[in-house]
């Protein structure tokens, strides 16, 4: 009759050890579901925010390249500006060249 009992409380541990392992094969496959549905959210996150800082980054790009293109514009003219300023002075000291020329051979004569 002892191991009868015996046999009988080995046998309802067995179960019991059975399904607890089973509980916690299920708890286990669960947190890790949980785990992957996180990663794939986070994921998904990192990319929309990588993906805002790209566009960020092409935007402020793009206004420096503007602004660049301003300058190297506004340079220009202020070198045309230069150039013509330049020029009229040339004319203008050819003028008073010839006017002193002009005042010598008057009076030479």
């Known amino acids: ?17 059975f399904v ?26 990192i990319i929309e925010v ?7 980054a092409k935007e402020v790009g793009e206004d420096m390249k503007e602004a660049g293109e301003g300058a190297m514009d506004k340079a220009k003219e202020i070198g045309d500006d230069m150039k013509e300023a330049g020029e009229d002075a040339m004319d203008k000291t050819k003028e ?8 010598v051979k008057d009076d030479s004569k």
Do not use: H, P, Y
């Open 50 to 56: 990588s993906e805002d800082a790209i566009n960020k």
């Open 1 to 17: 009759m002892k191991k009868v009992i015996l046999s009988i409380v080995l046998i309802f541990a067995s179960c019991i050890m």
């Open 20 to 45: 607890s392992c089973r509980e916690t094969a299920d708890k286990a496959k669960e947190a890790s579901e949980q785990a992957a549905e996180a990663a794939e959210e986070v994921s998904g996150d």
């Open 96 to 103: 008073i060249g010839e006017d002193l020329k002009d005042a």
